[in-house]
């Protein structure tokens, strides 16, 4: 398996530099960044927590994380025909410790382009899909960490071929696995008219299915967006009416669905709002978080810090200086079923070569491990 | 008799007129049209540098398509304006957020309307046109709808170089917002290309955007799907 992986890394490699090389003579580019990401963390942890009593899970109360990301596209143009190739990689270390580094791609690919119209990536890519903003259901690969939505994600390997038209996109993805059971493969439709765009997708996935809808609306001083799936496969655990834990694999395969509603005002060129709404069919009822705070900490894997019901709400206001050089942001997360309720203030400072991140997650919920958690993120860009 | 030929002076000239302020404002857009260049903005506060940025872009017809290349934290961030709706590719997260049309450009004294309006004489109808002397014309334009970003524009045009010098944006009330001078015109495929901007916020004292462009160029071979919302995150 290493073997194959290897073969298929050199290719990706051979065929995006080999392209770009012989269009040598041609209008080519490299371009290149390096960030340099530092976080340090500070966990105020609370001792009576259900989900960690006693902090049996030993988490420190200081925490470190460094990320390194070299970053290089290979570009060229020759007439109709544009090549790339991309690399990312993360290179990140834990505490400073040198056992703890591990070297991660992010994203290798080949791109081609003919006409501007037919492009073609055969790699490791990441993949963006719905236009919410902390949550996006219809993107089946990769889910942001919604309390830092600007993460870089490690991407997914696949097989694209997309053919744009003047107003819309058809996109055919394969998703190629070391499992047979795991290959995936889907197809996407966008379009966009005046101020609305709007997207269709299907995936599926073995015996699973996901069909999606995503749509927004943007004004002049608003947007307005909703993203929705329907699917007959679960990725979560779940306790039962009976209080057994059911594995995600062990679900009943019923459709179910899972939706996003969201929007935006900008109210000056100051201050703006985003408040997003997540509902998920296949998530615990009342009587059932109930049951799961009653087994705990045996029904871990059920939990999550934000939201574990089938209801979920976010508010941001965003204050932001003149010259975008520094915002401050008040964040909340609201679980109405569970009452988990987040409230983060976050400070960015902004310049040219670096920014600086400092934010508060405040827990105000008995399913918590932290009273709180504080966090300084510095990242560098050459 | 007399009264016919008067009508019929009075309809030629009317028609006449029209298509004189029609010209104008499609010289107007011809000044500002470029299908490539390079832009650098700097933001100033009392004559200090706030921030900078550097951007390519490209346009054809009414769409327009801008790639930050500085600085470092920017780098990378592509814009799409198709007329309608603007959109932003944020690299790092390879995500497409959909934007506000008047919301600042980038805590720029421009609006997004401001440094990607498309076109003169599809947002304004010419008042009035007052000439000056020595090939320097101002026209009085009024916003065609309630979509346009200013209701009232007064621009000041040199019809020898047909390009314009200056141009104030008022609100319906009828305050001045912000003034703009077009300077450095350069002549690129036959025709001058205003290569300087500075925005004056009138709003606010003491703060102004200067844009600079280069390496400019009337045509390019982009086609139109490059204009797209589905290139704009390959």
Redesign the interface.
Known sequence: MKTIKRIVISFILVLGLASNISLWSQDQSLSYQVILETKGEYNNLDRKSKINPDNWMNIGDFAALSQLYPILQFNSRSGDLATRLGVEANLRSYNFEKDSTRLLIQELYSQFTFKDKHYFVFGKKRLDWGSGMIWNPTNFFIQKDPLRTQNRLEGIFMLNYSYLFSESAISIYLFPDKKKENFKAAIKYDYSKDRIDAAVSFVEYGKYQQVGLDLSYGGNLFTFYGEGVLRNFSKSYKIDDNNILQIPDNRKKTFSSEFVVGGSVVFNMHLSFRGEYRFREDYLDKSQIRLFENQLPDNLMIWDAISVSKHTLFASFDYRDTYSRWSANLRTFYDPLSNQLIVSPLGVLTMNNFQIEASTIFYNNKLSIHNFQSTILLSCFF | MKTSIAISLVYLLTGLSNILADNYLEQLDKSFYAEYAVMKME?H?DNKM???YEMEYYRQGDKMRMEFT????E??RRMLN?N???WMY?P?????????????F???DASNTDLMRMSFRNDYEIETVSNQGKGIVVLYLKAKNA?VAYDKTVVEFDTRKKVPIKQEMYSISGKLIKTIFYENPILVDGLYFPSTMIIKEEL?KN?ETKIYYSDIRKKTN?????F????L??
């Open positions: 933001m506060k706030m921030r900078h500085a600085p470092a934290t780098k990378g198709d309608t709706s603007l944020l790092r997260t390879s995500k497409i957020m959909k934007l506000p049309f008047k919301q600042s980038m805590g720029s979509e606010q703060t982009r086609p139109a799907e490059y797209t919302l589905g290139a995150k390959r």
